[in-house]
């Protein structure tokens, strides 16, 4: 009989937004008609930019005419999508060639789909708390995990140390859940223990455009020496509202090679064989968000979505308890009042106010006493669940 992949059996057995998604869901069987106010599952609530609209509008007539309808794109990107990404890059100061840049379906497909780059013996460092996708992607892929916590003393931000033994490092810079976003010193260590051990680091910038602080780096690619030490996997997600749209992009720098093999070749061989690429429209919509005026209409919805950020550090400051995040990161990470579990919070919060959340100790066991609060959803919820929240908790 066949042998199936038995690491999925070491998965934990609930994803952690499906048992949320059970909980509300009794919840509101139990008590039809209440209106939930839902601050958990990090998914935006605003529309793609008008810019993304038209451009996606001209896609799908350039499909309609012989004369512009286009049949499969190179796999690693279409050229005007790559000069797109990497133009605004260069923008920022930070040299890349276009080819440097792979289109994706979104930044959840390559975390996991990257670990073919590197030997089912390499094991993976995932600082934690963490997005549940690295555990996941990564048991499901056999590897072997070394978790590294973190907590409030280090501002949720680990250090390097030469005992930790681990080939590919998952660091995610604005945190998921924390908000806690990585200096330029406290990275360059992690560049420079990457580049003396042979480690890659897995760079997920998925939140970047929500730093404010113009010091603090957007790209791991501010920092020397990560052309040879580094991935970075980015998303128009939460940048531009692409949650389900789809696209995304992955930069692999062509002097990255290990063992005398550049990953950039093995990603284009990889990409060349596993998929036929992303839609012509896709990558067309996606484009037109490196314009000019694309710009300007996604940092008019990350304005809404900064001032929900806004609302709820209020409330948390007048309720007094301690929380991270929220300034350069679309989640605000607070511990739960009186000692409590986050499990325990998550149920407090969904059964006395109806405001929805996300317990801190879905993203490791670090986690655990801690509760997470995205800020994508509207200002009239979050301005509702601010005001239950201080009256649930009073003031500090
Ligand atoms: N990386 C982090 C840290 C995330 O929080 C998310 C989604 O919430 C993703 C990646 C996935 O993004 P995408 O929608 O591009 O798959």
Request: charged share 25%; hydrophobic share 40%; proline share 5%.
């Amino acid at each position: 009989m066949i042998e199936l992949n038995p690491h999925y059996a070491e998965l934990k057995d609930s994803y952690l937004f499906r048992r949320i998604a059970a909980k509300t869901e009794a919840y509101c069987a139990a008590h039809p008609g209440t209106r939930l106010l839902r601050m958990g599952i990090g998914d935006v609530s605003l529309p793609l930019a008008p810019a993304v609209i038209r451009s996606l509008h001209e896609a799908v007539d350039d499909q309609a005419q012989i004369a512009t309808f286009h049949g499969y794109l190179p796999e690693c990107g279409a050229p005007f999508f790559r000069r797109a990404v990497a133009d605004h890059y260069r923008g920022r100061g930070i040299a890349l060639s276009d080819d440097e840049v792979f289109v994706s379906s979104g930044a959840s497909d390559e975390l996991g789909d990257i670990l073919d780059l590197f030997s089912p013996s390499s094991a993976a460092l995932i600082m934690e708390p963490a997005y549940p996708a690295y555990v996941d992607a990564s048991v499901i892929a056999g590897r072997r995990i070394v978790r590294l916590p973190s907590g409030e003393e280090s501002g949720f931000l680990p250090s390097p140390s030469d005992s930790i033994d681990a080939d590919l490092v998952y660091l995610c810079s604005p945190n998921n859940p924390t908000g806690a976003v990585f200096s330029r010193d406290l990275l360059q260590k992690w560049v420079d223990w990457a580049n003396r051990r042979g480690a890659i680091i897995l760079f997920d910038a998925a939140y970047e455009v929500f730093i404010e602080d113009h010091e603090l780096p957007r790209s791991i690619f501010e920092i020397d020496g990560a052309r040879t030490s580094a991935i970075e996997i980015c998303s128009l997600s939460k940048t531009a509202g692409f949650t389900g749209t789809r696209l995304g992009y992955t930069v692999i720098p062509l002097e990255l090679e290990r063992g005398g093999q550049r990953l950039h070749a093995m990603w284009t061989r990889n990409r060349t064989t596993k998929t036929n690429g992303v839609s012509y429209i896709l990558q067309k919509g996606g484009a037109a968000v490196f314009t000019e005026e694309g710009q300007r209409q996604i940092r008019e919805n990350i304005a809404v979505y900064k001032q929900n950020a806004k609302t709820l550090m209020k409330a948390l400051d007048r309720v007094g308890v301690w929380y991270t995040g929220g300034k350069n990161a679309p989640y605000l990470w607070m511990k739960c009042p009186d000692g409590m579990n986050s499990w325990d919070f998550f149920d407090r919060l969904l059964h006395e106010i109806q405001v929805v959340g996300t317990p801190g100790e879905g993203f490791g066991q670090c986690g655990e006493g801690y509760f997470r609060f995205s800020t994508f959803g509207s200002p009239e919820d979050t301005e509702e669940a601010a005001r239950r929240l201080v009256k649930l908790l009073g003031e500090g």
